[in-house]
């Protein structure tokens, strides 16, 4: 009898709209190389994941995630995800000593999803974030340990920033021209 293998064209993803969800992963990835109109920088990343309490037809909560630049300056998305999520500003003591986002693990908030189309198949993402509502039971992570893409993430990262970054993807040789 024959076993049939295809390509997965469809992956399923939760409903637009707010969710609970707990944040289930928080992983400094170090400084990753990121390019913006052709110019190369590294910044320092931390990858969150949450789960939602909604489930997919498997019977498995379904899991957003999201990349943050390790800074709370004002214009930062870490910065404005965590004062929605907080329901307030940040102190200025929390910004000059620094906030301990990993003390997030295990925290309850409600996420307004998105679903969009990537590349010709659907994808979650997170439109916006905002304290659990008042008299709901908080639920508990059901993950166990950090998953292999978010492992493969940080093992690309640096330790450290690079002093030179290069600044396209495409080396100048002597003469200034990148080939």
């Given amino acids: ?58 019977g498995s909560r379904f899991q957003v995630s999201r990349f943050y630049t390790l800074s709370l300056n004002e214009k930062a998305n870490l910065r404005k995800d965590l004062e929605a999520w907080l329901g307030r500003s940040l102190t200025s003591d929390e910004i000059d000593k620094g906030f301990d986002v990993a003390g997030l693990r295990g925290k309850n908030c409600m996420l307004n999803i998105k679903v969009e189309e990537k590349n010709g198949k659907l994808r979650a993402g997170i439109a916006g974030i905002s304290p659990l509502m008042d008299g709901m039971a908080e639920i508990k992570s059901l993950i166990e340990f950090t998953p292999e893409w978010i492992e493969k993430i940080k093992a690309r990262g640096l330790d450290k920033k690079p002093e030179a970054a290069p600044q396209s993807k495409h080396e100048a040789g002597e003469d200034g021209l990148p080939f």
């Avoid at 049939?4 to 707010?18: M, N, Q, S, V």
Wanted: net charge negative.
């Fill in 1 to 58: 009898m024959p076993i049939i293998a295809k390509d997965e064209k469809t992956f399923e993803t939760p409903k637009p709209g707010l969710h609970q969800a707990v944040c289930s992963i928080v992983e400094d990835v170090g400084y990753q190389e990121r390019e913006f109109n052709g110019h190369v920088d590294y910044a320092r990343q931390v990858i969150m994941l949450w789960e939602l309490k909604s489930e997919s037809t498997r």
